[in-house]
């Protein structure tokens, strides 16, 4: 296929690629990668390009995982399930649902595929149930090479532990074997409360929930607390129409015009920040559990995301505050707070301890950059770990001294990809070169 500009959903990245392959299988995946080395070229197949960095991005071979989708099996007795790496989310819920499975925790949205969700570590919220890369099982992966492996913590456990969160810098990922577990239901109770009553109660609030997760909007005391937890039943959705009125009109119309506005005239930013905490008022809920943990977002944003270790959670966010104060930052979208236990994934964010990720965003056409820069200055003297698909500026020096296992990793990448098929500037960036 002929080049075409590629863009990721935010809308500031793009690139050309040299080609545009569409692999059908793992072999065409293996013969395009073998081609891409006798033409010179790098290679990368991206997922739906929901990353905020340009992880995804390839001006060689590009892979469009749009045919790779295939459910390969499900095996209900054990809760195995085989996919191939293209698989969208939304699509493996929706299948693991029929078959009366699920996964036991994501994130916000589903709209990545299966591969570019787990190769940057992507997570929701969990007491007990972490990210997507603790419910992988095994790997199959096109190496530089051309060959074909299979992982897992039996087979080649050191690739396994390397590639589940591997940035696709190791390899193709073909296909991938989720534990999934009976499916199940989620009551959820969102509710509004201060930002005082929040900081104070954060160890209850967290030991009480299968999942706990909380917002604040900034220049306000108005805090939004999600309390999901497993429970037996009955179902009691959100009837249609508030459901409409809640997820889309208010999430994502209303606040979209806010966005507009809070644009146009900055001084309104407290006041419609503080509106929005009382809209997003009390309600409760029990549904299918990815309809409980995924929404649909349709207002463009750029998004940072820090994980730091779950103690200093507290005096972070004390931080973060103080410094709207003292460096006048007017920002009319919401801190996102999650927390995580401990993975073992090499570069999982939250490899070796227990975690709390501290989001945040601004409009898709606002100027970030004091913002983040502000904000990543501290979380990094908490010894942060930014989230490889959400913007930041770190690199391989400082994710050296943050991540115990980044040696390992990269001496893995040297063994499996010394000419560096697989290379952008980004994995230059954050991998060094
Ligand atoms: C609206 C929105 C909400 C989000 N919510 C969350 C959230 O709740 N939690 C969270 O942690 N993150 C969240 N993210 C971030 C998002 O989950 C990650 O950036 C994720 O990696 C995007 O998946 P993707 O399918 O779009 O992959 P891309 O962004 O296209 O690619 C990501 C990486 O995966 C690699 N990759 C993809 N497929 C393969 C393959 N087959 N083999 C090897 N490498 C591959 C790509 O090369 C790239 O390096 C959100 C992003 C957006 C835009």
């Not at 040299?18 to 995946?29: F, I, K, N, W």
């Not at 991938?176 to 989620?186: D, G, M, S």
């Not at 954060?202 to 706990?212: G, Q, S």
């Amino acid at each position: 296929m002929s080049a075409e500009t590629w863009r990721n959903w935010a809308g500031n990245h793009t690139s050309v690629p040299a080609r545009v392959v569409t692999p059908r299988s793992t072999e065409e995946v293996a013969a395009a990668v073998r081609a891409a080395a006798s033409a010179g070229l790098a290679v990368r197949m991206p997922g739906t390009g929901h990353s905020f960095t340009g992880v995804a991005l390839t001006d060689g071979v590009l892979l469009r995982p749009a045919e790779l989708t295939g459910v390969r099996s499900i095996d209900t007795a054990t809760g195995l399930v085989t996919a191939e790496a293209g698989l969208p989310l939304w699509r493996l819920n929706q299948l693991l649902d029929e078959h009366g499975l699920a996964l036991a925790n994501m994130g916000d949205i589903q709209e990545q595929t299966i591969a570019g969700a787990s190769q940057t570590g992507t997570h929701g919220t969990g007491r007990d149930h972490a990210g997507l890369a603790s419910q992988i099982v095994g790997l199959e992966l096109v190496l530089a090479d051309g060959s074909v492996v299979t992982c897992s913590r039996a087979e080649r456990p050191d690739l396994f532990d390397a590639a589940r969160v591997g940035l696709g810098a190791l390899g193709v990922v073909t296909a991938i074997t989720w534990q999934t577990v009976p499916a199940f239901l989620l009551r959820a109770q969102e509710e509004p409360m201060t930002w005082d009553e929040v900081l104070a109660r954060l160890d209850e609030l967290e030991a009480a929930n299968d999942h706990f997760e909380f917002y604040w909007f900034p220049h306000s005391e108005g805090c939004l607390t999600k309390r999901n937890n497993r429970v037996e039943g009955p179902r009691d959705p959100l009837p249609r129409f508030k459901a409409w009125l809640d997820d889309e009109f208010l999430s994502n119309t209303v606040f979209g015009a806010a966005q507009g506005l809070t644009r146009r005239f900055p001084g309104t930013i407290a006041s419609v920040n503080g509106i929005s905490a009382k809209l997003l008022g009390a309600r409760t809920f029990t549904d299918t559990s990815y309809k409980v943990f995924t929404s649909s977002r349709s207002v463009r944003f750029k998004e940072q995301e820090y994980a730091i270790p779950r103690e200093h959670l507290a005096e972070a966010l004390r931080e973060v505050r103080a410094a709207f104060d003292r460096r006048g930052w007017r920002i009319s979208f919401p801190i996102e707070v999650r927390l995580l236990p401990s993975e073992d994934a090499w570069l999982s964010m939250a490899e070796g301890r227990r975690t709390a990720f501290i989001a945040i965003h601004v409009y898709h056409r606002n100027d970030h950059r004091a913002y983040f820069e502000g904000v990543e200055e501290i979380l990094t003297s908490f010894g942060g770990r930014p989230h490889w698909g959400k913007m930041h500026t770190r690199d391989a020096a400082y994710l050296s001294g943050v991540y115990p296992r980044f040696g390992d990793f990269a001496e893995l990448r040297d063994e499996l990809d010394p000419d560096r098929l697989f290379r952008n500037a980004y994995l230059e960036q954050v991998l060094g070169s």
